[in-house]
Nanobody, 116 residues
Framework: QVQLVESGGGLVQAGGSLRLSCAIS????????MGWYRQAPGKQRELVAS???????RYADSAKGRFTISRDNAKNTVNLQMNSLKPEDTAVYYC??????????WGQGTQVTVSS
């Protein structure tokens, strides 16, 4: 009954911004972290940003200074604000929730395309 649905992706020119949202439905217990991953064509899926229940954040080096991950408990979402986008940011972005027992929930992904 748990679903993670990403939204906010699209086509943007280099230097532009996008805000991704992950809407969480159903009940997930013992959450350890929430995060955003991305997978570019021909590449492995990689962690972009994560946030803990205490709102401690962690970013990939490529995202530091440009991306901001946040949680909105009232709306039950985890968000990723992406600024100063580059063509190399082009990928499918996935929302993920990891539980204390190392069980992982994944969304279906949202496409982000940055044109030069």
């Amino acid at each position: 009954q748990v679903q993670l649905v990403e939204s906010g992706g699209g086509l943007v020119q280099a230097g532009g911004s996008l805000r991704l949202s992950c809407a969480i439905s159903g009940s997930i217990f013992n959450i350890k972290t929430m995060g955003w991953y991305r997978q570019a064509p021909g590449k492995q899926r990689e962690l972009v940003a994560s946030i803990t229940s205490a709102r401690s954040t962690r970013y990939a080096d490529s995202a530091k200074g440009r991306f901001t991950i946040s949680r909105d408990n009232a709306k039950n979402t985890v968000n990723l604000q992406m600024n100063s986008l580059k063509p190399e940011d082009t990928a499918v972005y996935y929302c993920q929730i990891a539980t204390i027992m190392d069980y992982y929930y994944w969304g279906q992904g949202t496409q982000v395309t940055v044109s030069s």
